[in-house]
């Protein structure tokens, strides 16, 4: 799972303050070395390099899921689905710095110097942190496959998690008071209408049947799908800290993929791929 700083409900991925911290370390040694050069702080160059690289990485993940933005274009603005294409990013920064060194600007090294500081910090800092498979090296023994749990749907079913591998199956954990949970529903509806041959299940945590079979409804989903978990105490078994978190497992019933956060039409689209073709 994609490791998160975990302040009461708020969980900030690991991956950004990391990003933060390398941009910061690169920017103060860029400005201070320009100005024992007497060249000024070259505070600019600090700010366009780090949002151009930003920009860039957004744009190619935009390019490469064109087809779910094109349904809606203002999510593209939305940065909060985590949809980011990083190497392109570096790709942007590598540009920007031989620009600087083509034109001869009186910052090149210093601005050289700074981004190569920020890019081994922040590449090493990722290599620490996502090891091996970044979105599942968190989780405990028990999240790695379907696990045996029994749950009642809203309509009263009970059912065995375990027993429903031959399918790949989306798990999504969230609840009413959830701003984040309510905003991606509608994309998890529409996926689950657009892909039937993967299983869509929404769990809720912690409320009443009748809370939850309320905004169901209000929503559309369909009740078999929908799961109580009114104590959390599958969450707590899977080591879950944040809502909404969204469990992809492919056909064998294994992990594949997470989301912590809220899912975007592309960053759905990114992992449901992961699960439909993993074997």
Known sequence: M????????????????????????????????????????GVRHSWLLMACALLA???????????????APWAILDMRDGGWAPWWGVAAAVTYVIFLWAARSPWRKTVSSGAVTALVLWISGNAWLHPALPDIDELPAQAQAL???????????????QALKGRPTVVNFWATWCPPCRREMPVLLQASQQTP????????????????????????????????????????????????????????????ATRVGELSAATLAERLRLATRAR
């Open 147 to 161: 696990p045996s749990w029994q749950i009642r749907t809203l309509d009263g079913a009970a059912m065995e998690l």
């Open 57 to 71: 990485a957004r744009a190619g993940y935009v390019l490469y899921f064109m087809n779910e933005y094109a349904g």
């Open 2 to 41: 994609e490791r998160t700083l975990d302040i009461g409900p708020l969980s900030l991925p690991w991956s950004l303050l990391l990003l933060l911290l390398a941009w910061i370390i690169g920017s103060t040694l860029h400005e201070r070395m320009a100005q024992r050069a007497g060249l000024g702080a």
């Open 197 to 256: 041959q993967v299983r869509f299940l929404w769990i809720n945590q912690g409320e009443t049947p009748e809370k939850a079979a309320r905004y169901a409804t209000q929503q559309g989903l369909p009740l078999a799908s929908v799961l109580l978990d009114a104590d959390s105490g599958l969450s707590h078994l899977l080591g879950l800290k944040a809502l909404p978190t969204t469990l992809f497992y492919d056909a064998q019933g294994r992990l594949v």
